[in-house]
């Protein structure tokens, strides 16, 4: 194996670390309520589908899309987002692109509340990212849903 393809794999096997890192980063700031380091994960403008939870597909700044989460996230006294199953799949064009698909298991939790404390999604997300100056960002994400318990509704009561 020559030495320019061993420098390849290696960079190959980082990337794939650094990505796998920010995907993780996304769910583990949305539950410490850590707003900053949530939107860090994105690019300036990031492209949001989150259709099959009811919210159209749109372009956000990257600071909106993370007081938009905030505002609906908070209202929860716990979240817990896990995001298990990387696949990270690097686009043979442009080694500065990659998706990564992973599952979604999504729990939020209010207590006493009447329309039920519990509202659980499950799926998966498709993270494009790109590679920048201060590493991996994600571009564009779409989350699609499996299935879901309980109401959404339940953390505005």
């Not at 909106?64 to 199953?85: K, V």
């Not at 799926?123 to 499996?146: A, P």
Request: hydrophobic share 40%; proline share 3%.
């Amino acid at each position: 194996m020559s030495n320019d393809t061993l420098l390849r794999r290696i960079q190959r096997l980082e990337d794939r670390t650094e990505i796998i890192d920010v995907v993780i980063k996304y769910a583990t700031s949305i539950d410490a309520g850590d707003w900053d380091a949530f939107a860090s994960v994105f690019t300036e403008s990031v492209h949001i589908d989150f259709s099959e939870a009811g919210l159209p597909p749109a372009d956000f700044a990257r600071e909106a899309f993370a007081g938009f989460a905030r505002q609906g996230l908070e209202a929860w006294d716990a979240r817990q987002h896990i995001s298990p199953n990387h696949v990270v799949e690097f686009d043979e064009q442009d080694s500065d692109r990659a998706v990564c698909h992973s599952y979604m298991y999504a729990q939020h939790y209010k207590q006493g509340a009447p329309a039920g404390e519990l509202y659980l999604m499950r799926g998966s997300y498709d993270h494009h990212l790109v590679r920048t100056l201060e590493g991996w960002k994600i571009t564009s994400l779409t989350q699609h849903i499996s299935w879901i318990e309980g109401s959404p509704e339940a953390a505005g009561q």
